[in-house]
Antibody, heavy 117, light 107 residues
Framework: QITLKESGPTLVKPTQTLTLTCTFSGFSLTTGRLAVGWIRQPPGKALEWLALIYWDDDKRYSPSLKSRLTITKDTSINQVVLTMTNMDPVDTATYYC?????????WGPGTLVTVSS | DIQMTQSPSSVSASVGDRVTITCRASQGISSWLAWYQQKPGKAPNLLIYAASSLQSGVPSRFSGSGSGTDFTLTISSLQPEDFATYYCQQAASFPFTFGPGTKVDIK
């Protein structure tokens, strides 16, 4: 079965760079049309799509965050990594990695990242 | 960016009620719309994709309709496990955007 799990720091300081890893199983990111995406949700607020990477290494980013985001994949170890630079308290959120094409049929449990000095 | 709006923002309903949630896109998205259910402390769960296709394993009391800019999620007979927040998401163009959510709670 398909599973995804996010890992990374739970607390980062303002201006630091956040690195999150999504480790997945049950599928290969070499399969045509597939993507792994990242979505976040500030406490008590709505979902926000951040980025995705396709099987063919095509990468897409939220325009409002594009300058701060980088997404990469390592298909040999079934991981996708998202980095976000210059973290700010408003970036405090639960970060989810997801499986799908244009909609997301599998989600990781999420990881809460708090930005605070 | 395509903006998504939802109405109502919250609805109070009883078990057995029929509940309808509306999602509107700021421009036409054909049928590139999905619906998710999210319970507190949990990741969202895909209910409907392509506006009206029921995701595998999702109860048939959930249905979706619409195309273009106006879409509807209907729960035909609300069950206790359906009290949650529901989000729509457009998948027509990047960035994929979500609606603000509709909370369904107990009357």
């Amino acid at each position: 079965q398909i599973t995804l799990k996010e890992s990374g720091p739970t607390l980062v300081k303002p201006t630091q760079t956040l690195t999150l890893t999504c480790t997945f199983s049950g599928f290969s990111l070499t399969t045509g049309r597939l993507a792994v995406g990242w979505i976040r949700q500030p406490p008590g607020k709505a979902l926000e799509w951040l980025a995705l990477i396709y099987w063919d290494d095509d990468k897409r980013y939220s325009p409002s965050l594009k300058s701060r985001l980088t997404i990469t994949k390592d298909t040999s170890i079934n991981q996708v990594v998202l980095t976000m630079t210059n973290m700010d308290p408003v970036d405090t959120a639960t970060y989810y990695c997801t499986h799908g094409t244009t909609t997301w049929d599998y989600w990781g449990p999420g990881t809460l990242v708090t930005v605070s000095s | 960016d395509i903006q998504m709006t939802q109405s109502p923002s919250s609805v109070s309903a009883s078990v057995g009620d029929r509940v309808t949630i509306t999602c509107r896109a700021s421009q036409g998205i054909s049928s590139w719309l999905a619906w998710y259910q999210q319970k507190p402390g949990k990741a969202p769960n895909l209910l409907i994709y392509a506006a009206s296709s029921l995701q595998s394993g999702v109860p048939s009391r959930f249905s979706g309709s619409g195309s273009g800019t106006d879409f509807t999620l209907t729960i035909s007979s609300l069950q206790p496990e359906d009290f949650a927040t529901y989000y729509c998401q457009q998948a027509a163009s990047f960035p994929f955007t979500f609606g603000p959510g509709t909370k369904v709670d107990i009357k």
